[in-house]
């Protein structure tokens, strides 16, 4: 089955720098990648997804990044904010297989 | 357009007991699976439900089920609760029709086993 490994379990960086969250899988048939952030006694809010047809996604400061051949994706996120803080979390999947999710990664944004 | 909603928000049982737990989705949609979240193992897949079968299952054990109803609200239940059941259980629905289709979570229910 899926296997989505997550790095950096934890990453600190100062307001207005930029934040990178790593996931690599095992399943070359997955096809899709969505990205959850999960904000203290919530829920996990999809931020952005992108399919195996792209490379990349972007939406204002979040982008996405898909390298198929070497099976990793990575959310980047550009000028943080505060507001950013909160647990990320990296998923794949294919067809009508269940999501699989990394461990998460804990973002925080020093002010 | 209302959230995914799941009641109750928190949940303190002992062990031995059994619990319900309830998620309404999106309106519209299909489809509801569910998770459970603890800080060693993350998100775990429990199992999922469209048109009221369940179309895909997790590595649980028996004591863990689920249903869902003709109007695509589903219930989930564990019976004989241990206390490595203490977690935060998240639903999440999508329209339906394939799994690669974006879920939407709703903020959960945090069970404490004592």
């Known amino acids: 089955g899926e296997n989505v490994e997550q790095h950096p379990s934890t990453l600190s960086v100062q307001e207005g720098d930029s934040a990178v969250i790593k996931c690599t899988y095992s399943?070359?048939?997955?096809?899709?990648f969505p990205w959850y952030k999960q904000e203290l006694g919530k829920g996990s809010q999809l931020i952005i997804d992108?399919?195996?047809?792209?490379g990349e996604k972007k939406d204002q400061r979040i982008a996405v990044t898909l390298n198929k051949t070497a099976k990793h994706f990575s959310l980047h996120i550009t000028e943080t904010q505060p507001e950013d803080s909160a647990v990320y979390f990296c998923?794949?999947?294919?067809?009508?297989?269940?999501?699989?999710f990394g461990k998460g990664t804990r973002l925080s944004v020093i002010a | 357009k209302a959230g995914v909603t799941q009641t109750p928000r928190y949940l303190i049982k002992t062990r031995g007991q059994q619990v319900t737990l309830s998620c309404s989705p999106i309106?519209?949609?299909?489809?509801v699976s569910w998770y459970q979240q603890t800080p060693g193992q993350g998100l775990q897949f429990l199992f999922e439900?469209?048109?009221?079968?369940?179309?895909n299952k997790g590595n649980f054990p028996g004591r863990f089920s689920g249903r869902q109803f003709s109007n695509s609200r589903s219930e989930m239940n564990v019976s004989t609760l241990e206390l490595g059941d203490s977690a935060l259980y998240l639903c999440?629905?999508?329209?339906?029709?394939?799994?690669?289709?974006?879920?939407?979570f709703g903020d959960g229910t945090r069970l404490s086993i004592l």
């Open positions: 439900y469209f048109s009221e079968t369940q179309r």
């Open positions: 399943d070359s048939a997955s096809n899709y």
């Open positions: 999440a629905s999508s329209p339906g029709g394939g799994s690669t289709q974006p879920q939407h």
């Open positions: 992108i399919r195996s047809n792209v």
């Open positions: 309106s519209g949609h299909r489809s």
């Open positions: 998923a794949a999947n294919s067809g009508n297989t269940p999501l699989v």
